[in-house]
């Protein structure tokens, strides 16, 4: 499939005049009370918490390329407040009533995301959604059940979700051979190139030095060394998620995963009377290696997937481009999920990395004896949980002892990951497991196939 713009960092720039001009690299030698490295939302909700909780603080961020570069302007828009981890990980070393606690937190996540929003004129095409998962095989909808039973095992409000039956999926979008979907509510769609730069702007406002241009070399206690001067800081806040492991030290402590999606031309009237799509929910698929997908602002469909899910020695793409073969996969699915899109044009396609931590669960955390700090390893639900984390992050460096700061993802340790070449081998194998699995079950297979359960073996999903 011919895409007219590959990469450029995504199309959510595209939408909004292009990629924006970088601020001025930091100056030289500096001081400063809190150094945040990345000004992506990691780093911009920290600083903005912490200039709310104390305006005179000091707060200087470093940013290699410019605020919302990586995963936070290239993300899916999904604002979903998900817990997508897994809760008996957290139990090994918390309560299950701290665990839910954290759950009832990260979903909180929304309301407060789109608060922020709106007392700071912060214009992100916010718009609240349910979140559709819908199953188009026997073993799929078997996940969906499971998946359902799972939230109320986990005191999930019953009014927050729902099991669909294929009719009454189909009335909400007609995927073809629907059989069901599971429904969660209170989420949000978002431009998240908006969110990300206009939260930048916000912060800037309240007096954070945000240095673009400007690459950390190394960083230790009280001090952080870049390109352009070195700051010095008795608190250091390490927010680059995906792109962690260009730091020195950090190659192996969280595992860049690509992720990649194509958006389409605006959709005629016409074809979304054939779509339906009217409560613009935030859709995704059971398969193995699932999809996620939005109907945008200006009525453009977007989806994303896995496609080449990572890259020898931890390198990341550049400025977002992505191959071919992930382009026709992406709009493999598409097409196979609404066949109505076939002859959509496809006007960008893009990627970006996200975090994963060895066991797949996020963290944030504050070392007193160091005063390094740092949050991420999001496994793809950063556009919420990186609010948490700026709101914990706070917390944490002005040593108050909060609700948050008692979550059992606060200064969890994680073993690192595996070196080469075994992390690449386990991460594809993974995920060729993924797609077997799911070849099998669009085959016919009645059950959910045991090459799901390797896979996740593997690298311990």
Not at 68 to 73: E, L, M, R
């Amino acid at each position: 499939m011919d895409v007219k713009t590959n990469g450029n960092i995504s199309f959510w720039y595209a939408d909004i005049g292009g990629i924006p001009q970088k601020r001025p690299a930091l100056p030289g030698d500096r001081g400063a009370d809190v150094c945040i490295i990345g000004a992506g939302f990691t780093g911009l909700w920290t600083a903005y918490y912490l200039k709310k909780a104390n305006p005179s603080l000091n707060i200087v961020i470093v940013e290699r390329e410019f605020a919302g570069f990586g995963a936070s302007g290239r993300n899916g828009g999904w604002l979903s407040g998900g817990f997508g981890w897994s809760r008996e990980k957290y139990l090994k070393t918390s309560s299950r009533g701290a665990v839910i606690d954290m759950q009832r937190a990260m979903a909180g996540t929304v309301d407060e995301v789109i608060r922020v929003t709106e007392a700071e004129g912060i214009d992100a095409d916010i718009l609240r959604a349910d979140n559709l998962t819908v199953a188009t095989n026997a073993p799929q909808l078997e996940r969906a059940r499971a998946e359902y039973k799972f939230y109320r095992d986990w005191q999930m409000p019953e009014e927050r979700i729902e099991l669909l039956s294929a009719e009454a999926a189909a009335k909400r979008i007609r995927i073809a051979n629907i059989q069901g979907a599971f429904v969660i509510r209170d989420m949000a769609r978002v431009q998240p190139a908006k969110l990300v730069r206009g939260l930048a702007k916000v912060v800037e406002s309240l007096g954070v030095s945000i240095f673009e241009g400007t690459s950390v070399t190394s960083f230790e206690k009280g001090r952080v060394t870049t390109d352009r001067g070195t700051v010095r800081a008795p608190a250091i806040i390490r927010a680059t998620e995906g792109f962690s492991a260009g730091l020195p030290g950090h190659e192996r402590t969280w595992l860049p995963l690509n992720s990649a999606q194509i958006v389409t031309e605006p959709v005629p009237d016409s074809l979304w009377k054939e779509i339906g799509w009217e409560g613009h929910e935030l859709l995704g698929d059971a398969a193995h290696a699932y999809c996620y997908a939005q109907r945008t602002r200006e009525g453009r469909i977007t989806m994303g997937g896995r496609g080449v899910p990572y890259r020898f020695g931890s390198k990341t793409d550049v400025n977002g481009q992505t191959q071919q073969a992930t382009i026709d996969a992406l709009h493999a699915i598409l097409t196979r999920l609404l066949p109505q899109t076939k002859s959509l044009r496809i006007d960008h396609a893009w990627c970006g990395v996200l975090g994963v931590p060895r066991d797949w669960c996020t963290t944030a955390g504050f070392d007193r004896t160091t005063g390094i700090g740092w949050a991420g390893g999001y496994v793809g639900l950063g556009v919420s949980s990186s609010n948490l984390a700026g709101r914990t992050l706070a917390d944490l460096v002005l040593n108050r002892n909060t609700e948050l700061t008692g979550l059992p993802w606060v200064n969890r340790t994680v073993r690192k990951w595996e070196p080469e070449p075994f992390r690449w081998l386990g991460v594809h194998s993974m995920y060729q497991l993924y797609r077997i699995a799911d070849e099998r079950e669009f085959a016919g297979l009645p059950k959910t196939s045991k090459l799901a359960a390797l896979a996740d073996s593997i690298t311990g999903h």
